[in-house]
């Protein structure tokens, strides 16, 4: 069995700030302040017109790649919902704007805010058939481009962004573990209909508290762990209403739970990716420690895993 | 390692047929006996109003649970690109529809033509890291839905249909293997742009008869195989000047080639899983034969295997 670490993260948050506050002028019907104290959610990035999952996607891949080798990639998987074509694939067109090499793996993923954990199961079992050594993992969402004028929830919460981060197998004992949730009896809950997203909050909120404890335990049952064994829990940055319940239902030491919604807001698919490289940034996370890694949201999807910082 | 069984293949295609003769009172001015010539393709079944790639799906997988025990599926795969919504994914939709158990995992992969294949192979490496036993896998696609009136291209060729069957885990000391390759500079050759579907025919047939020799040879010398040991040659069913060409070039024994895209026209995702089908309907394909599958098209891309019926 193999096992991986993840280097070289980077990320491209969309060119057009929007501070919340900002949002009072333009819609003097919401209350932005109120919205706010729930969200926690402060300033947004928004793409601008030529800004897509492509393009975001290379200018963070770009940095990614700055110090890599990247003749060594056999393999882009991208995880997007949002890519402005149907058809074909981000990944594929990665790799040409890349010019990297022809005999390689690549395919998109749809999936949302559990995507980063999705992808990673998806790549550590490429590993294990040896289909792939080192991967280019991107995520990328651009909500913001599928919005109603009038769309307050989505609109006071969701930025644009991409993410990426070198993948690599690593021989070892003790496999990286996950645990798994799927209930699409939420699919209305985030939906994108007629090119606006809508988005029913409160169920959103309910699925996570309700479910991500039983997922929680699962992947530290999986694990052999206890949660005080964990170094680091990174959540979806769904909004500080989500992870303050998270925080308080797991009982959590409040030092363990990094947060940069409000900084960023809900950046979907980037959203764990960005919070490592925030974390590694500014040397919070060391070599051998645990992360607990924990991706909800459309779908309704949830995926969880501890992984070894390598 | 282990490898895997294909069992309860099953398909759905589009409600409205349309045989190709009847396009020249439509379009006077297409040459459409030519056309027709060229792709062999003289039935196609279109998605009426009300169908999409979800509900197509659907009614698929109750053909293929028919005669399975549902309870024991602990995985969904759906291969799209043509999604009525952006979000959420098929496969979580799926899990609700059919009352599958949630402690499963679910994700879509964006691949066209290649998508069985890879799906195959993601798969098989879901088994090998021990996330998945049993997998319901559905490739689904509805291109008509994404044509303008004067797409000549498009609207003589794809059919829609969706398709699904059973992938189980089985041990084995020799794992299935896979060849991949990936070419994006050939996107643009098939592309959605503005709710049109366009493709490039001679450039993706260039890009087929140049690569897929590779890829074929790569396959074989990975399994330690001759083409005169496999059984079966299973190829997209691109249109007949594709495989014409493909079978000429490599040269096979046409009695291993089968077509359907006469009858049916170039489902994309779903044409391999189709010809799978009908091969077994119709007792050509036995156990412990060799069936090389080989898929190509939007990405561009292409994948191989030889896999081992069970």
Excluded at 20 to 44: E, F, R
Excluded at 160 to 168: F, P, R, W
Excluded at 255 to 283: A, C, D, H, M
Aim: with cysteine.
């Amino acid at each position: 069995m193999n096992s991986f670490s993840i280097s070289n993260l980077a990320y491209q948050l969309g060119s057009n700030t929007l501070v919340l506050s900002d949002l009072k002028k333009m819609y003097p019907h919401w209350n932005v302040d109120n919205v706010v104290k729930k969200t926690g959610i402060k300033k947004l990035y928004l793409s601008n017109e030529d800004e897509d999952v492509f393009n975001l996607s290379i200018k963070s891949c770009k940095k990614t790649l700055k110090n890599f080798d990247q003749t060594k990639i056999d393999c882009v998987i991208v995880v997007t919902q949002t890519a402005r074509n149907k058809l074909p694939s981000i990944s594929c067109m990665i790799q040409d704007k890349l010019n990297l090499k022809k005999n390689m793996f690549a395919l998109d993923v749809g999936l949302g805010c559990s995507g980063f954990v999705y992808g990673l199961s998806v790549i550590s079992s490429l590993f294990n058939s040896n289909i792939a050594k080192t991967v280019l993992f991107v995520c990328g969402d651009t909500y913001t481009k599928f919005l109603n004028v009038d769309n307050r929830t989505c609109r006071t919460v969701f930025s644009d962004a991409a993410s990426s981060c070198i993948v690599q197998k690593i021989n070892s004992k003790k496999p990286t573990k996950f645990s798994f949730l799927t209930d699409g009896s939420g699919a209305p809950d985030l939906l994108e209909i007629d090119k606006n997203i809508v988005m029913k909050g409160p169920n959103i909120f309910h699925f996570t508290t309700k479910n991500i404890p039983n997922l929680f335990n699962d992947i530290l049952r999986k694990n052999s762990l206890k949660k005080e064994q964990i170094d680091q829990f990174v959540f979806h940055q769904a909004s500080k209403l989500v992870i303050d319940k998270l925080t308080d239902i797991l009982q959590l030491d409040n030092n363990k739970v990094f947060r940069n919604y409000n900084k960023i807001g809900n950046t979907v698919s980037s959203s764990i990716p960005i919070v490592l490289e925030n974390l590694q940034k500014k040397g919070v996370i060391k070599k051998n420690q645990k992360i607990m890694l924990v991706g909800f949201g459309v779908g309704l999807s949830a995926a969880a895993s501890v992984i070894n910082w390598k």
